[in-house]
């Protein structure tokens, strides 16, 4: 069985930053595309960030474009969402991902998901 657990997430002010840690078992993300999305209540949940199966290929969302970077460790079966300078819309749920095809921005991507970690940005 698929397991992802993130951590994390927490209260921070605007301008601050935060890593997203979303640890694999039953996967390894060496073999597969991983993704970050987030949800806040009322909305429509919202792609971040993919990356696939060897890194070649990051993709954005523009709204965090040059502030948030995915990254991947092998070793530790482990994908990062570094997040810096933050912003109140920012705030959200925010789950990973992972799926067998490419990285792609849509949820119907991914079959496997965590059960996500709280970011709130507030002064």
């Known amino acids: 069985q698929v397991q992802l657990v993130e951590s994390g997430g927490g209260l921070v002010q605007p301008g601050g930053s935060l890593r997203l840690s979303c640890v694999a078992s039953?996967?390894?993300?060496?073999?597969?595309?991983t993704a970050w999305f987030r949800q806040s209540p009322g909305k429509e949940r919202e792609f971040v960030a993919a990356v696939n199966w060897s890194g070649s290929s990051v993709h954005y969302a523009d709204s965090v474009k040059g502030r948030f970077t995915v990254s991947k460790d092998y070793a530790k079966n482990t994908v990062y969402l570094q997040m810096n300078n933050l912003k109140p819309e920012d705030t959200a749920v925010y789950s990973c991902?992972?799926?067998?095809?490419?990285?792609?921005?849509?949820?119907?991507?991914?079959?496997?998901w965590g059960q996500g970690t709280q970011v709130t940005v507030s002064s």
């Open positions: 039953g996967r390894r993300f060496s073999s597969f595309a």
């Open positions: 991902a992972t799926g067998e095809g490419a990285a792609a921005e849509t949820t119907g991507a991914y079959d496997y």
